[in-house]
């Protein structure tokens, strides 16, 4: 299984800006789409951006125009830009290869 690894989660307040970061191993890391989950307490993962190795992206509904997924291949690397933070943002953020493999989760919490 690949190595995930994500940092960048906090504590913020309602309106303000996280960048959450994805240091990925597999050495076909370029291939591979990669993805964004979060986890609310009691609730199944649910998804929140997506994107291809050709840089398409897809957004949850409830994210869309506030959120920004972007990857560095150089880096091994996918990226959660969050902006206009609602509390309802409030949840452990998820990476993933979209292939079975996932990162131990990083807390966001939005306070209002």
Request: proline share 3%.
């Amino acid at each position: 299984q690949e190595q995930l690894v994500e940092s960048g989660g906090g504590l913020v307040q309602a309106g303000g800006s996280l960048r959450l970061s994805c240091a990925a191993s597999s050495i076909i890391f370029r291939l591979s789409s990669m993805g964004w989950y979060r986890q609310f307490p009691g609730n199944q993962r649910e998804l929140v951006a997506t994107i291809t190795p050709g840089y398409s992206t897809n957004y949850a509904d409830s994210v869309k125009g506030r959120f920004t997924i972007s990857r560095d291949n150089a880096m091994k690397a996918v990226y959660l830009q969050m902006n206009s933070l609602k509390p309802e943002d409030t949840a452990v953020y998820y990476c993933t290869n979209m292939r079975g493999s996932w990162g131990q989760g990083t807390q966001v919490t939005v306070a209002s």
